[in-house]
């Protein structure tokens, strides 16, 4: 700080202060100091808590949010992405836990001019997903998420061996399974071999085998044993829980869903393109290549 000295003939002598800048104060207090290795850039550490760097190699991003089958949606409060393959797809609100109530008898009085209907009393919730051996449907209510799941995956699975089915007996046997069902008529064959039987026959036995199968299915009163049986159905004990470990298991089994939901994608575009086109899987495909 300079201090500079005025001299006044009549009022004596002066002092001023010379004013110094806010910069040159906090230069002159706290001098700044060397950036060292120890704290990093903010650049650099933004880097790093972006990007996660997994065994995948190196630049792989690993998503750890909460994946939604529609960016920058809300998850219903229902889904709670426990099952395998849940994104909070229920744009409807079939699974919505459902919830019965209760009024009042409605006025009926036929003197009064206007007749009031019945206040709710009282509200009932029932216990969802709560499985029985009484029927067919052994569900306690038709719209639970665990009896829709099951219907996923049954018509999935049936899905993907239908798809599967198609294209390899096309590719054995040349016949369209538009006109399989023609061919099929006039004698029992399968991949160019006569089967001993009629179709009468197959059909009586394919009934019966698939009403065994859905009784037997029907008596487990385990709702996640009911969808995944295990046992016989994975001899080799690749999807069981206890015998690998859950996070195998959850792959496993998302998976699963995720090509049946494919399949059933593919088995319905496929009836599509036989109504418009006329044309099986491969003749369909044999036209669209032709066209390019």
């Not at 209760?102 to 206040?119: M, S």
């Amino acid at each position: 700080m300079q201090y500079y000295t005025v001299k006044s003939f009549d009022f004596g002598t002066k002092i001023l202060k010379k004013k110094t800048p806010a910069a040159a104060k906090r230069t002159a207090t706290a001098p700044k100091q060397p950036r060292t290795s120890a704290a990093p850039r903010p650049a650099a550490r933004l880097s790093k808590s972006k990007t996660q760097t997994t065994s995948g190699g190196a630049g792989y991003r690993k998503y750890t949010g909460d994946a939604l089958w529609l960016p920058s949606t809300t998850r219903p409060f229902w889904l709670d992405g426990s099952l395998p393959g849940d994104r909070g797809f229920d744009p409807a609100g079939l699974s919505k836990p459902v919830e019965y109530l209760q009024n009042a008898i409605d006025q009926l009085d036929q003197n009064q001019a206007v007749n009031k209907a019945g206040a709710v009393i009282g509200a009932f919730k029932p216990t969802v997903d709560q499985v029985s051996s009484a029927s067919l449907q052994p569900y306690s209510e038709v719209f639970g998420l665990q009896r829709f799941r099951e219907c996923e995956l049954i018509h999935g699975r049936w899905a993907m061996l239908a798809t599967a089915g198609m294209v390899a007996a096309e590719s054995a046997t040349g016949v369209s399974w538009v006109d399989a069902g023609n061919v099929e008529l006039s004698g029992a064959r399968y991949l160019d071999f006569d089967l001993p039987f009629t179709i009468s026959q197959l059909c009586w036995f394919e009934a019966l085998a698939v009403g065994v199968a859905e009784l037997y299915r029907n008596g487990e009163l385990d709702a996640s044993k009911r969808v995944y049986p295990g046992g016989a159905f994975d001899p080799l004990n690749l999807a069981t829980p206890g015998a690998v470990s859950s996070e195998q298991v959850n792959r496993l089994r998302e998976a699963e869903i995720k090509h049946a939901r494919l399949a059933m994608v593919a088995f319905f575009g496929l009836g599509v393109q036989a109504l418009s086109v006329g044309e099986g899987a491969l003749g369909s495909l044999s036209k669209f290549a032709s066209s390019l």
